[in-house]
């Protein structure tokens, strides 16, 4: 997928999640309809599927280092559930 339709898709993301956090006030204001609304969750979804291929793609272009993503929770839910993590940062193995 070249470059700009992955940007155009990392756009309308950041805008949808935007619309999601405020949704009450736009729908208040008659911005936002019913239809469009029950279709927003859908959108983002499909949204994240296509842009997550490129994921290590954007992080390094954002320069964030491979250390700064890393959460101990992801490697084992449950083994990281079972004892006290004080923060998550105790311990990390990076």
Not at 37 to 46: D, F, I, Q, V
Not at 67 to 92: C, M, R, T
Request: positive net charge.
């Amino acid at each position: 997928m070249e470059n700009k339709k992955v940007m155009e898709k990392v756009f309308k993301l950041f805008g949808a999640e935007v619309i999601q956090r405020d949704l009450h006030f736009y729908i208040l204001q008659g911005v936002v309809n019913h239809k469009a609304s029950a279709s927003l969750t859908p959108s983002r979804h499909l949204l994240i599927k296509e842009i997550a291929n490129q994921v290590n793609d954007l992080m390094d272009c954002l320069n964030i280092p491979k250390h700064a993503l890393y959460a101990p929770i992801a490697a084992d839910y449950v083994k990281f559930n079972s004892q006290p993590n004080f923060g998550e940062v105790v311990g990390a193995k990076m």
